[in-house]
């Protein structure tokens, strides 16, 4: 069999993926989301263009350049990493607190470096980051349904590994909904595993003051569980730490690959999540008013037929179901002047192909009014298809 040309099997599964509708493009937006109104980004708080950020990541920049020119290890950490660590674990009421480069690889570090060698239990509607960091960890892995805490303890108690690592997402990513932290954590307990929680879409919107779910369920000061979270959602910056004991912060010091190799955090970053941190712990009212506009997109979208459950958080996924016509309506919403989230497989399962709105703190009265206009007519065209 003669092999010439290795670019041919490519270009087969990329005329399949555009057969299904599977076909990608990342397009440049102008600043100001080219005039639409944002119901597609993470920006939860509405701190991303906050003068208050821009301003600290200008000084930093002016202060330290605007690289960390190494590995955390090396010359990457400076007076901003530590600051932001020292600041965000007492933020969230952790032990300790360890900074990446990116929320996905704070939770590579965190499931593939504590969870080696053992069991890994991950629910079924986890994060891709933490899908990968399971299979990096190179341990046994068993996927639970959605939220069981009896099939994880299930799990855990037919176990032969003399460890376990328990790991969810806290608010899942596109169906919005809050993992049971509580209970999660008492399976976890009774069999002595480390729960992991990712809290990328909690943070700053969950809970008093918006310190994350597993504060809000009383479990912050746990030893026995590890947060990881990102600075790029409601922080309105870039990057991700691991919240923990003072031993899970260590050993990832010590041997997590993802904080050894990776060039650290860009101070710029550091510096304006310092800032946000600040604004959030200053303003508590803002993650409730985050939550609050979640809720009115939830009514808006359930009084006009597209059945959605009351938000934990910010997210408010319309479920439309085949590809082409989560990307119709995505379409009519930007025609409209609304820019939201289409997913498709593989970030959803088939069949379950959707608009995920993101509600902001900042949405204003006139913009729901926009956004209910654009919804009827998504409404309209599900009926008519």
């Known amino acids: 069999?003669?092999?010439?040309?290795?670019?041919?099997?490519?270009?087969?599964?990329?005329?399949?993926?555009?057969?299904?509708?599977?076909?990608?493009?990342?397009?440049?937006?102008?600043?100001?989301?080219?005039?639409?109104?944002?119901?597609?980004?993470?920006?939860?708080?509405?701190?991303?263009?906050?003068?208050?950020?821009?301003?600290?990541?200008?000084?930093?920049?002016?202060r330290w350049g605007t690289g960390s020119t190494g590995s955390r290890l090396v010359t990457g950490t400076t007076g901003v990493h530590a600051e932001l660590e020292e600041r965000l674990a007492a933020f969230a009421a952790a032990p300790r607190a360890l900074v990446f480069s990116s929320g996905y690889l704070a939770n590579l570090a965190a499931v593939a470096t504590l969870g080696a060698g053992g069991l890994v239990v991950s629910d079924a509607g986890n994060h891709a980051s933490i899908i990968d960091a399971c299979r990096l960890s190179r341990s046994r892995v068993v996927v639970t349904p959605r939220k069981d805490a009896s099939a994880v303890a299930k799990v855990l108690a037919d176990r032969e590994e003399e460890h376990a690592l328990v790991v969810t997402d806290a608010v899942f990513s596109v169906d919005g909904d809050l993992a049971p932290v509580a209970e999660m954590h008492a399976a976890a307990r009774a069999h002595g595993a480390l729960l992991v929680v990712d809290e990328a879409h909690s943070l700053g919107v969950v809970g008093d003051g918006g310190r994350g779910a597993v504060h809000d369920a009383g479990l912050a000061g746990a030893p026995?569980?590890?947060?990881?979270?990102?600075?790029?959602?409601?922080?309105?910056?870039?990057?991700?730490?691991?919240?923990?004991?003072?031993?899970?912060?260590?050993?990832?010091?010590?041997?997590?690959?993802?904080?050894?190799?990776?060039?650290?955090?860009?101070?710029?970053?550091?510096?304006?999540?310092?800032?946000?941190?600040?604004?959030?712990?200053?303003?508590?009212?803002?993650?409730?008013?985050?939550?609050?506009?979640?809720?009115?997109?939830?009514?808006?979208?359930?009084?006009?037929?597209?059945?959605?459950?009351?938000?934990?958080?910010?997210?408010?996924?319309v479920v439309l179901g085949p590809p082409d016509a989560a990307v119709r309506a995505a379409a009519m919403l930007a025609e409209l002047g609304v820019r939201a989230g289409c997913f498709r497989p593989p970030s959803v399962p088939s069949g379950r192909s959707c608009l995920r709105l993101t509600a902001r703190a900042n949405l204003s009265s006139d913009d729901l009014v926009v956004i209910g206009r654009a919804l009827t007519a998504v409404a309209e065209m599900k009926v008519n298809v």
């Open 224 to 317: 026995d569980v590890v947060r990881t979270v990102t600075l790029s959602k409601s922080l309105g910056s870039q990057g991700g730490a691991v919240l923990g004991a003072p031993e899970v912060v260590e050993t990832l010091i010590d041997t997590g690959r993802p904080f050894i190799f990776d060039t650290a955090l860009a101070p710029a970053a550091a510096a304006a999540a310092l800032a946000a941190i600040d604004i959030v712990g200053g303003h508590p009212d803002l993650p409730r008013q985050a939550r609050d506009n979640a809720s009115a997109l939830a009514r808006m979208a359930g009084d006009r037929g597209l059945a959605t459950a009351d938000p934990a958080a910010a997210v408010v996924p």
């Open 1 to 62: 069999m003669e092999h010439n040309d290795p670019l041919a099997r490519l270009r087969v599964a990329a005329a399949a993926r555009d057969a299904a509708g599977l076909r990608r493009a990342a397009r440049p937006r102008t600043p100001d989301h080219d005039g639409l109104i944002d119901l597609a980004s993470n920006d939860y708080l509405g701190l991303s263009r906050d003068p208050r950020l821009i301003a600290a990541a200008v000084r930093a920049t002016e």
